[in-house]
């Protein structure tokens, strides 16, 4: 039996293809299944090409958290600039953002998020990612708040912590997406009138 040619693809679109095929793992196999190896070969590509674009596993998670966090704050920030300047559309949008993102994500986004935790790099980079998207909604909800800036991001925080947990009950199933947008949107509504 012949071996087939491994297609040359220019090295973005070859990690775009390693991130989608990472992807597709983790929602039908979970993260234990996530080797550079299994990647590789599931991608149809030899093992070097995989360790070349990632180095480890842990590099591997690194970049996907980082593909996922950029697409989620690139769809807000789109959001947001077309959202009345209000803090009722401001937290409708930063709400249901965030919970599409998780419907886009599903199971992918959990175990990933799972697998992240433990290693100081990826625990370094994990809270990289939650300052950005503690810093974007601060900037987004500041003009309809008296706190002090410290208080401001504090709070900040904790609706970023509250929409990762409306987000978990979404993706289990015990709340629809609008069930957990409308919910989210209230807290964050309320945690700033």
Known sequence: MAKTAIRKLPKPERRAQLIETAKEILRECGADALTLGHLAERAGVSK??????????????????????????????????????????????????????????????????????????????????ADDYVALIAAAVAPHSRLAESDLRLRCAGIAGAAETIAREFVRGRATESDAAVNLAALIVNGFA
């Open 48 to 129: 070097p090409i995989a360790y070349e674009h990632f180095g480890t596993r842990e590099g591997l998670l690194i970049a996907l958290s980082h593909e996922i966090e950029e697409r989620h704050t690139t769809k807000l920030k789109k959001a947001l600039s077309q959202t009345p300047a209000d803090l009722p559309s401001i937290a409708g949008i930063i709400a249901a953002t965030y919970i599409e993102c998780a419907a886009e994500n599903g199971s992918e986004w959990q175990a990933m998020s799972s697998a992240l935790r433990g290693n100081a790099e990826m625990d370094r980079v994990q809270q990289e990612l």
